[in-house]
T-cell receptor, first 112, second 110 residues
């Protein structure tokens, strides 16, 4: 099983550019999440989804958008990239909201 | 008060010793508690989960939960250099909402 797959692993963006971080899971999990992790910090929830067609904001949603058209895929869109969005982004999925989360390998994003 | 608090460390222990990692949380209604291990540059991976008061053991790892004191801990017996990592405490406060602590860096000296 591939588990949770994120692409790309690394990316450098210029200020004002846009990009989409891809995330796919093959475990048939209903719950999917996007977190960001700044150096020395814990994970902050950006957006989450409890199933196809259902998304909602987490703690730090500003500057991001998501969609969930299928159970498997949960892309994260960055519009008008800013230096404050320099971070490591993790996608995760879980069977239920209160159970173990499985994480992708992360995307290291630098905005210059 | 932060929702999930951990000592950032680093916690340094000699090889073979017991490492004790602590976490406190603010939401008394929290039901699920997790410990994730994160190696530098890697993604978090689950070490232990615990739902009920008391101890839960899995190999060299023991998770301890005290809901009255809003405290959860992770003990690592016979610590190995390969245990050197950041340990994230995570608390589910209901539904989707799992809050992560900032993590404790553990360093096991050979």
């Amino acid at each position: 099983n591939a588990g949770v797959t994120q692409t790309p692993k690394f990316r450098i963006l210029k200020i004002g550019q846009s990009m989409t971080l891809q995330c796919a899971q093959d475990m048939n999990h209903n719950y999917m999440y996007w977190y960001r992790q700044d150096p020395g910090m814990g994970l902050k929830l950006i957006y989450y989804s409890v199933g196809a067609g259902i998304t909602d904001k987490g703690e730090v949603p500003n500057g991001y958008n998501v969609s969930r058209s299928t159970t498997e895929d949960f892309p994260l869109r960055l519009e008008l990239a800013a230096p404050s969005q320099t971070s490591v982004y993790f996608c995760a999925s879980s069977y239920e909201g209160s159970t173990e989360a499985f994480f992708g390998q992360g995307t290291r994003l630098t905005v210059v | 008060q932060k929702e999930v608090e951990q000592n950032s460390g680093p916690l340094s222990v000699p090889e073979g010793a017991i490492a004790s990692l602590n976490c406190t949380y603010s939401d008394r209604g929290s039901q699920s508690f997790f410990w994730y291990r994160q190696y530098s540059g890697k993604s978090p991976e689950l070490i232990m989960f615990i739902y009920s008061n008391g101890d839960k053991e899995d190999g060299r790892f023991t998770a301890q939960l005290n809901k009255a004191s809003q405290y959860v801990s992770l003990l690592i017996r016979d610590s190995q250099p390969s245990d050197s990592a950041t340990y994230l405490c995570a608390v589910n406060t209901g539904g989707f909402k799992t809050i992560f602590g900032a993590g404790t860096r553990l360093f096991v000296k050979a």
